[in-house]
């Protein structure tokens, strides 16, 4: 199994991707794109995420690649996965509810 982020590096939900993963010690390759130079708008990109946004997380494996858009869902995953603690102890409704705002702070921004 490997792991590409699609992002660029001005983008928020991107760095708070790479971010997350760096601190958890799981590899990835970053693949950067220019959102203002159309990078985001070619068929191959629109294919992996219709709405065109960064960042575009691909799970590499035997069994094909899981393409997964969308900061909060992509932290979400990767938490959930490799059972990372902070996502184990947002099993607490308080916590849950504290994850809920800031994710949806972050998909706030275009």
């Known amino acids: 199994m490997s792991y590409t982020v699609y992002g660029h590096y001005a983008s928020q ?3 708070a991707v790479m971010w997350a993963m760096f601190n958890h010690n799981i590899p990835f390759k970053f693949v950067e794109l220019d959102p203002t130079r159309g ?6 990109f629109l294919k992996m995420n219709p ?19 969308e900061s909060a869902a992509i932290l ?3 938490g ?6 902070v996502w184990l102890d947002l ?10 705002l800031t994710f949806g702070y972050i998909g706030s921004f275009p």
Not at 91 to 100: A, E, G, M, N, S
């Open 76 to 78: 979400t995953y990767l």
């Open 13 to 15: 939900p991107s760095r």
């Open 80 to 85: 959930e996965k490799h059972q990372w603690k």
């Open 91 to 100: 099993f607490c409704p308080i916590l849950q509810c504290k994850r809920d």
């Open 39 to 44: 990078h985001t708008r070619t068929p191959e």
């Open 51 to 69: 709405a065109g946004g960064v960042p575009v997380l691909i799970e590499s494996g035997s069994s094909g690649d899981f393409v997964l858009s």
